[in-house]
């Protein structure tokens, strides 16, 4: 499978879609999710054309592999959720078809501001 330009996030990128942004440097961009499923639920994408957390393994740079961990935990930081500003949070990436990603886009979630609940349903 290739990556699709024409992704929703592909678009966010190029700035054809707006977005609630939180964060952004050469490596991510992080905007708040248009459909919350908790108070705060973030989004931080890298700005290279992965389709998800393989395919960013497989092909990305140290340097971006560090941008992306390193934006999860400023945006963190930012929103007051990480364990130094607030209570915690739970970053998850949904990964292909069984692990029910929409957008080929990868992306990590982080949810927080209150009690996440159960881990998977
Ligand atoms: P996935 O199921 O791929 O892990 O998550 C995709 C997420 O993208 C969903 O939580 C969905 O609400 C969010 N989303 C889809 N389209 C848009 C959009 O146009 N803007 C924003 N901010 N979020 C979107």
């Known amino acids: 499978m290739s990556y699709d330009n024409n992704n929703i996030f592909a678009k966010i990128l190029r700035g054809e879609i707006p977005c609630k942004k939180i964060y ?25 054309k992965y389709i998800d957390l393989d395919d960013f393994s497989e092909k990305a740079s140290a340097d971006e592999m560090v941008g992306l961990l ?7 930081k930012k929103l007051g959720i990480s364990v ?4 915690g949070y739970r970053a998850l990436a949904n ?9 080929p886009h990868l992306h990590f979630h982080l949810f927080g501001g209150e009690r996440v609940g159960k881990m998977v349903e």
Do not use: C, M, R, W
Request: no cysteine.
């Open 70 to 76: 390193k934006g999860i935990n400023f945006v963190a």
């Open 84 to 87: 130094d500003t607030g209570k």
């Open 95 to 103: 990964i292909s078809e069984h692990g029910g990603q929409e957008v």
């Open 24 to 48: 952004e440097d050469d490596y991510v961009l992080s905007f708040h999710d248009i459909n919350p499923q908790k108070k705060i639920h973030a989004l931080v994408i890298p700005k290279g």
